[in-house]
Every structure is written in structure tokens, then in C-alpha cells.
């Protein structure tokens, strides 16, 4: 199973964005999930989770703007980031655990990465 994350993209200061984050193939189920971004000569950082419960933390640079969601119907985790900032110019990830089947233990699997430059 590979995650495959979309919707990163060039968009000027204040304007929005939506990723969006799904596995490659058919899966039990998607829990806990996570998005994390890496900006050029900088460490991964994380800027949102979803517990397995729903419940939802964030970096305290997005909070307010960023709104991490996940639909388990469709297996998907979405970030629906708002008033973007220059300074949120990174590579988007998604991590999640995935359950492929119904006896499968949660593993953890991570997207390859969408680009998100924040530029006028």
C-alpha cells in the first residue's frame, strides 16, 4: 500500500489550498493520521493529526488557518489550508495507519509528497 497525497500546487499569499491524502488500493480502513511538511534546509515538522477518535491537534504556526479532517468512507485524509503564508512553502506529507484487511494489525505508511509554494 502506498499513500498518494495531491493538491499541493503555486498559490499567492492568503490564498487556500486542499490536500488530499489516499491509499494506492483497496484497505480495511485508515485511523490515526498526520500531515507534516519539510521546507527547503529545514527538519520535517508536524502541522496536524487526527486521532483515531477524531480528535485533532495542531502546530501552533497553522492553527486558526489549517483544518486536517479524515473520511473513512472514502479511506481519505484531507488538509484544507487557508490564509497561506510564504513561510508555508514546503513538501506535504501524510502519514497514516492502515488496517489492509480485516485481521491486519494498523501499520503505518507515509505519501510521497506534494509541493506547496505560497509566492506572488
Known amino acids: 500500500v502506498q499513500l498518494q497525497a495531491s493538491g499541493g500546487g503555486l498559490v499567492q499569499p492568503g490564498g487556500s489550498l486542499r490536500l488530499s491524502c489516499v491509499p494506492d488500493?483497496?484497505?480495511?480502513?485508515?485511523?490515526?493520521s498526520e500531515w507534516y511538511r519539510q521546507a527547503p534546509g529545514q527538519q520535517r515538522e508536524l502541522v496536524a493529526a487526527v486521532t483515531t477518535g477524531g480528535n485533532t491537534n495542531y502546530a501552533d504556526s497553522v492553527k486558526g488557518r489549517f483544518t486536517i479532517s479524515r473520511d473513512n468512507a472514502q479511506n481519505a485524509v484531507f488538509l484544507q489550508m487557508n490564509s497561506l503564508k510564504a513561510e508555508d512553502t514546503a513538501v506535504y506529507f501524510c502519514?497514516?495507519?492502515?488496517?489492509?484487511?480485516?485481521?491486519?494489525?494498523?501499520?503505518?505508511?507515509w505519501g510521497q509528497g506534494t509541493l506547496v509554494t505560497v509566492s506572488s
Open positions: 502519514n497514516a495507519e492502515i488496517r489492509r484487511h480485516r485481521f491486519a494489525q494498523p501499520q503505518e505508511y
Open positions: 488500493r483497496r484497505i480495511y480502513s485508515i485511523s490515526a
